[in-house]
């Protein structure tokens, strides 16, 4: 794998993170994040408060990373920035902030798709990885899985058909009562509680389907928390108990469905990212899993899981590296199938 020899700023802001990051020869010098406050009366994203955050947060968390790195403008290769997919408003303040910084600095400008961030994270953390690699890229807004026969040539092997899959993590926190984002809640309530207790559907969809489903998982939990009364008649071990079977029910699609498509694919290598692979149970039932069948398994250490900047700076690196810069016109583009995942 090659990245690009200076350092390179990564910017991302898809969502509501706000983050910044300079990655040198494949290593972090330094990473800020900004979480955002504003979303959390609201148990979600309000996308207009998220943009506005966003514009009044970047350019402190992008100095802020900068001053870390020990770096100034002029030091760097290459500025990077999120431009798909994701919330319309605030993809548009990094990407604008970017085009701008590198126009005035004359500096290479690339936009980077937020799946192909979030799968070269891993690099990030285990730098060996290579492909034929499948990977699953499990977060808030989205559940994909990638085949990759080499780097920067994805396939798109299955999609969630409705929810993501820390979407489900997020909607089963907030049936119990236990806040927004709900992954790390749930995570924590399922520990040392019954996975068994409930048998919440697995969807499989079709025999062959390596797409995903989580509406009606979502949906037999808040029907199983109405048949007992409403989430104030639960006491506390059965809210533990349900989300260690909501969590066990998730994660074997999850192991399933990825183990299969590895296999499909040819793959040697499986890979986790995205905010849900931060997810404990997740991380050790597909490293487990990988093993027995024979893959090799990489996942980003738990820093690099959830949305930041060093793995937008770390998928520019490598774009620079090949020779690849963007047009001042790259759009900011709210979906995934009309983007560049794969160029
Ligand atoms: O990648 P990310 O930070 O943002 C998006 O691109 O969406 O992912 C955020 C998602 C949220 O849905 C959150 O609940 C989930 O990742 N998440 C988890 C865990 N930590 C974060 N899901 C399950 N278990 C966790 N420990
Ligand atoms: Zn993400």
Not at 104 to 129: C, Q, T, Y
Not at 134 to 145: D, K, Y
Not at 183 to 208: K, S, T, Y
Request: hydrophobic residues 45%.
């Amino acid at each position: 794998m090659r990245f690009s020899p200076g350092p390179v700023l990564g910017i991302e802001t898809s969502c509501d993170d706000t983050a910044a990051a300079v990655v040198r020869d494949g290593r972090v010098l330094a990473g800020v994040v900004a979480g955002q406050e504003e979303h959390l009366p609201y148990e979600g994203v309000v996308p207009e408060l998220a943009s506005r955050a966003h514009a009044r947060l970047l350019a402190p968390v992008v100095r802020k990373a900068l001053a870390d790195a020990g770096c100034s403008w002029g030091d760097l290769d290459g500025v990077a920035a999120t431009h798909a997919p994701g919330l319309i408003g605030s993809l548009l303040v990094g990407l604008s902030f970017a085009k701008g910084a590198a126009a005035a600095r004359g500096l290479p400008f690339v936009g980077i798709n937020h799946l192909e961030a979030h799968l070269v994270s891993v690099l990030l953390s285990d730098p060996g990885v290579e492909p034929p690699l499948v990977a699953l890229l499990a977060s808030g807004g989205h559940t994909e899985l990638v085949g990759a026969k080499r780097w920067h040539d994805y396939t798109i092997l299955g999609s969630t058909r409705d929810d993501a899959a820390g979407e489900a993590f997020d909607k089963v926190s907030v049936l119990l009562g236990l806040g927004y984002p709900g992954g790390p809640h749930i995570q924590r309530i399922a520990e040392g509680a019954n996975p068994e207790a409930v048998a919440f559907p697995r969807a499989r969809l079709e025999p062959e389907s390596l797409d995903f489903s989580f509406s009606g998982l979502k949906t037999a939990v808040r029907n199983e928390v109405a048949r007992r009364g409403g989430n104030g008649a639960l006491t506390p071990g059965d809210r533990a108990d349900l989300a260690a079977s909501f969590q066990e029910a998730a994660v074997d699609v999850l192991v399933e469905k990825t183990l299969r498509a590895a296999a499909g694919f040819g793959a040697a290598t499986v890979v986790l990212a995205g905010g849900v692979a931060a997810n404990a149970s997740l991380r050790r039932r597909l490293e487990a899993g990988s093993r027995d069948r024979g893959f090799r398994f990489a996942v980003p250490e738990l820093r690099f899981c959830g949305d930041n900047g060093a793995m937008v700076a770390l998928a520019g690196s490598m774009r620079l590296a090949r020779g690849e810069t963007s047009s001042f016109t790259l759009p900011a583009v709210p979906t995934l199938l009309a983007t560049s995942f794969g160029r």
